[in-house]
């Protein structure tokens, strides 16, 4: 109803904008130095992220609205927002990380924890033998 206008309206500002333009830049860039069909096409006609950029960003604007519109009516913010819709999505959320949890092996678990502790047992030997070296050598000088 009178919110879709208010959306509408600051969706058009946000594609407007300065920090929009950027992030479409680096996408085609990243597009254009990918090895997908996008960046074959790109490199094969020499068609640069910059040239580009105008043209995609008219289709987008131009979608914009049109897009808001379906975007509005499939989650109607009453409806979305209600008790029964909050309790429905948090049931799903559920379910879905318990489907990952079961995809959880104890080898798949073993590797996440092996890669994240790695990083920092690597420095804790590091420092381990700096103050080992450190004390050893004071207790020498000492005389122990």
């Known amino acids: ?3 879709m206008g208010e959306i509408k309206k600051s969706v058009k500002e946000m594609l ?21 069909m996008g ?17 995609v960003k008219k289709i987008i604007l ?6 808001t519109t379906i975007f509005l009516k499939h ?3 009453e409806a979305f927002f209600d008790r029964a819709s909050v309790l429905k999505m948090r049931k799903h959320i559920e379910s879905v990380i318990d ?3 079961k995809d959880l092996t104890a080898d798949k ?15 804790l030997v590091v420092w381990g033998n700096v103050f080992g070296g450190i004390i050893g050598l004071l207790s020498t000088l000492a005389g122990y």
């Open 1 to 3: 109803a009178e919110y």
């Open 16 to 36: 407007e904008s300065q920090i929009f333009d950027e992030a479409l830049e680096k996408k085609l860039n990243e597009i254009q130095e990918g090895k997908g």
């Open 39 to 55: 960046g074959s096409i790109m490199k094969a006609f020499n068609i640069q992220g910059t040239t580009l950029k105008p043209t």
């Open 62 to 67: 131009s979608l914009a609205s049109e897009f």
């Open 75 to 77: 989650f109607d913010s």
């Open 99 to 101: 489907d990952r949890l």
């Open 109 to 123: 678990v073993k590797v996440l924890m092996e890669m994240i502790v790695r990083v920092h047992l690597g420095w």
